[in-house]
């Protein structure tokens, strides 16, 4: 079984950087996918960005268009961890942010495809 822990949410101001961490226990991750999703207060949880891996091509990543060019996804599978590093944020990316992981290799953006999630950490930007 995996187990997800998010870390590094805070507040910030518009304008500022956070890296959020997901670090996994229980089972090395170095073969998932690991998602990055957001909930807004009111809203739907929805995707921002997950990165996959594969022994003969390394690493793949994908992002939603609200962050793309601003977030970066990437992987240290020494530490068995996954990092978002979020820079010019802004209040719209005000919400509780998680992290999920999948045995399916493919870049998948939808929920209900990952198999493990953490339990979220709070990211405010203020205006």
């Known amino acids: 079984q995996v187990q997800l822990v998010e870390s590094g949410g805070g507040l910030v101001q518009a304008g500022g950087s956070l890296r959020l961490s997901c670090a996994a226990s229980g089972r090395n991750i170095n073969l998932h996918t690991v998602g990055w999703f957001r909930q807004a207060p009111g809203k739907e949880r929805e995707f921002v960005s997950c990165i996959n891996w594969s022994n003969w091509s390394g690493s793949r990543t994908y992002y939603s268009d609200s962050v793309k060019g601003r977030f970066t996804i990437l992987r240290d599978n020494a530490k068995n961890t996954v990092y978002l590093q979020m820079d010019k944020l802004g209040p719209e990316d005000t919400a509780v942010y998680y992290c999920?992981?999948?045995?399916?290799?493919?870049?998948?953006?939808?929920?209900?495809?990952?198999?493990?999630w953490g339990q979220g950490t709070q990211v405010t930007v203020s205006s």
């Open positions: 999920a992981a999948d045995r399916n290799l493919a870049l998948i953006t939808t929920i209900s495809s990952y198999e493990h």
